[in-house]
C-alpha cells in the first residue's frame, strides 16, 4: 500500500489558494487510484514547523548517544519529519512564490528535514524519490520573459530537492493566477485559464502515472 506525503505551504486555505487546488487534484487521483493507499497531509501554512534553532542544528552533526535533553527534544521534530519523507512513496508539495521565492514556512520545514548523513547527503535515504512541486505564482517567470532572472523557487528548490534530498523533481507550474483579480493583467486572463486547467491536467496525469509506476 502506497503512501503519499502531501505539504502544503500556501498561506490561503482551500478554496482560495491556486496551489492547493492542485496538490488537491493530485490528492483526489492518487485517492480514486489508491483507495487502500494512506496520504499524510502537512499543512504548514496551517501548522507551520519552528525555525531551526542552535540546539536543533547542533543536534543534526551529534551523535544522537551524545544529545543533552535540549537536544534530544529538538531532534525528535526533525526525527518526525525525515520518518514521513522516509515512509512516502511520492511527495507533493505546494511552493507558490512570495517574494520571489519559497513561502518562509516551506523553507523553516527543509531546514528542519535536511539532516546530512541520513535525508541528505551522498546516501541519502530519500534518493530517487519522485516529488512533485506545484509552483503557483502571480505573474510569469517562463524562459523569455522579462521576469525569468527573478525566478529563485524552481532553481532553489530543484537545488535542495534533488540536490541536497537526491529526489526525483518534477514541477507543476499554473502561472499569472494574479490576472483575474489584477485590472491591469486583464488580457493576459485566458492565458492563465489555460495554465490553470493545464496544472490541472499535469496533477491527474502525474499521480496516475506515479500510481502506475509503483504498482510495476
Ligand atoms: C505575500 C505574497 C507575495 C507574493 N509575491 C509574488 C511574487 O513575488 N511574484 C509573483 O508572481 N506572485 C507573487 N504573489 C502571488 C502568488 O504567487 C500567487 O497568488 C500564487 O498563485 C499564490 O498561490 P497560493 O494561492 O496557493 O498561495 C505573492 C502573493 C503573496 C500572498
Given at each position: ?39 499524510i497531509?502537512?499543512d ?173
Open positions: 500500500m502506497a503512501t503519499l506525503l502531501l505539504i502544503d505551504s500556501s498561506v490561503f486555505p482551500e478554496g482560495g489558494s491556486a496551489s492547493r487546488s492542485v496538490t488537491s487534484a493530485f490528492r483526489k487521483t492518487w485517492e480514486e487510484q489508491h483507495p487502500d493507499g494512506t496520504v497531509h502537512r504548514l501554512g496551517a501548522d507551520p514547523v519552528p525555525h531551526l534553532d542552535g540546539v536543533g542544528a547542533s543536534a543534526g552533526f551529534a551523535d544522537p548517544a551524545t544529545h543533552t535533553p535540549e537536544q534530544q527534544a529538538a531532534f525528535a521534530l526533525r526525527t518526525r519529519l525525515a520518518e514521513e519523507l522516509e515512509r512516502a512513496d511520492a511527495i507533493v508539495i505546494g511552493a507558490p512564490m512570495y517574494n520571489f521565492t519559497i513561502p518562509s514556512t516551506l523553507k523553516a520545514w527543509l531546514d528542519q528535514a535536511i539532516i546530512m548523513g541520513r535525508t541528505a547527503g551522498e546516501n541519502s535515504s530519500l534518493k530517487g524519490k519522485p516529488v512533485t512541486v506545484v509552483a503557483s505564482r502571480g505573474g510569469s517567470y517562463a524562459p523569455g520573459t522579462p521576469r525569468e532572472p527573478f525566478e529563485y523557487v524552481q532553481n532553489y528548490l530543484e537545488a535542495v530537492l534533488n540536490g541536497a534530498f537526491g529526489l526525483e523533481v518534477d514541477f507543476i507550474v499554473p502561472e499569472l493566477t494574479m490576472a483575474p483579480a489584477n485590472p491591469a493583467m486583464a488580457e493576459l486572463v485566458p492565458l492563465y485559464e489555460t495554465s490553470r486547467d493545464r496544472a490541472h491536467e499535469e496533477a491527474a496525469a502525474r499521480a496516475k502515472a506515479l500510481v502506475e509506476r509503483l504498482a510495476a
